[in-house]
């Protein structure tokens, strides 16, 4: 099945620096990938998705990056707010959703 | 608003109990689906149901089981065969049982052992 690999597992940026998540995965079948807010006690919240015949998309301070080639997707967060600390998931989806194992981020004031 | 719905937030399990968690959606999604959420881990797929009275296992659906009956209501049993049941519990919904659509999460139950 697939194997969804995730990085940084934490992650601590000042106010206002930009945030980078990668994700890698090992289908090349799998040709959704979305990603995923998480905050305490909540349920994971879509927050922007790509498919596989994009190979970049933005949506104001957030964009993803699709390397199919490599097999290695990206999650970019500019001018970081301390609302965006959350737990952030990538996911790849082929037959079905694989995870990552999700990035605790700290946006520090 | 439309939405998913699960409850209830909390639940305690004894000894040998089931135990049965509420996921409902208001969405008019056709496909739902229950995952599991450990410290560390990814979300981890128990079952899923990609229309009314039909279901599939997941990768972990050793001693869980589910009903769809109704379109908007996807319960999960954890039965006392689960023999390690700590954990939060997600379901999710999403418009088709096409896998490339989003998927929607409800707020999750939080299962614990007494």
């Known amino acids: 099945g697939e194997n969804v690999e995730q990085h940084p597992s934490t992650l601590s940026v000042q106010e206002g620096d930009s945030a980078v998540i990668k994700c890698t995965y090992s289908d090349s079948a799998s040709n959704y990938f979305p990603w995923y807010k998480q905050e305490l006690g909540k349920g994971p919240q879509l927050i922007i998705d790509?498919?596989?015949?994009?190979g970049e998309k933005k949506d104001q301070r957030i964009a993803v990056t699709l390397n199919k080639t490599a097999k290695h997707f990206s999650l970019h967060i500019t001018e970081t707010q301390p609302e965006d600390s959350a737990v952030y998931f990538c996911?790849?989806?082929?037959?079905?959703?694989?995870f990552g194992t999700g990035t605790s981020l700290t946006v520090i004031p | 608003d439309g939405g998913i719905t699960q409850s209830p937030k909390y639940l305690f399990r004894k000894e040998g109990q089931n135990v049965t968690l509420s996921c409902e959606q208001n969405?008019?999604?056709?496909?739902m689906y229950w995952y599991r959420q450990d410290p560390g881990q990814g979300l981890r797929l128990i079952y899923y149901?990609?229309?009314?009275?039909?279901?599939q296992k997941g990768d972990i659906a050793e001693g869980y089981s589910v009903s769809r009956e109704k379109k908007e209501s996807f319960p999960l049993t954890v039965t006392s065969a689960q023999k390690n049941p700590t954990a939060f519990y997600l379901c999710a919904s999403s418009r088709q049982g096409a896998i490339n659509q989003p998927q929607h999460f409800g707020d999750g139950t939080r299962l614990s052992i007494l």
């Open positions: 149901s990609q229309i009314v009275n039909d279901f």
């Open positions: 969405l008019n999604h056709d496909a």
């Open positions: 996911a790849a989806a082929g037959n079905q959703f694989y």
């Open positions: 790509i498919r596989s015949n994009v």
